[in-house]
């Protein structure tokens, strides 16, 4: 039995499509792994080579069990942790820029505005004036 073969399904709260999600023979899930790394791993590569599956085994998998690819999971897991940054902190946008794993602010907020929408200090506007 190879590393790439799954064994097994657990309930996962949450998804789309049934809620659950594959576990490797040895390891975790893909979703765990994001949770775990997404402040300092974007790439899909990476969390691919700790499944011990290839990039696009990862995307097939994903897209199969959430209904989108590994790369939107971890966009929008940043997204949504830059969300609740922005609501629940004072921090700066280059501080939550750089506490999510990005060296520049202005490449933080192109990101932030292309996947989350809008720009991040209007973000945050908004979610302070609501009650």
């Given at each position: 039995m190879?590393a790439?073969q ?12 049934g809620?659950y999600t594959?576990?490797?023979a040895?390891g ?7 949770e775990q ?7 899909v590569e990476f969390?691919?080579a700790?499944?011990h599956?290839?990039?696009q085994?990862l995307?097939i998998a994903c897209?199969?069990?959430t209904?989108?690819t ?5 966009r929008?897991?940043?997204?949504l942790e830059?969300?609740?940054m922005?609501t629940?902190?004072?921090?700066d946008?280059?501080?939550i820029?750089?506490e999510l794993g990005?060296s520049?602010?202005s ?9 989350g929408?809008?720009p ?5 506007r908004?979610?302070?004036k609501?009650?």
């Open positions: 190879g790439a799954f064994t097994g399904t657990r309930l996962r709260p949450g998804l789309p499509r809620g594959r576990r490797p040895g975790k899930n893909f979703l765990e792994l994001l790394h997404y402040k300092e791993q974007a790439a969390y691919a700790q499944l599956v290839t990039p085994y995307n897209k199969k069990e209904g989108l590994a790369g939107h999971c971890i929008s897991r940043i997204v830059a969300k609740r922005l629940l902190t004072a921090q946008v280059k501080e820029a750089y990005f520049d602010a490449y933080f907020s192109r990101f932030f505005r292309r996947y929408g809008m991040p200090l209007t973000f945050r908004q979610a302070q609501v009650p």
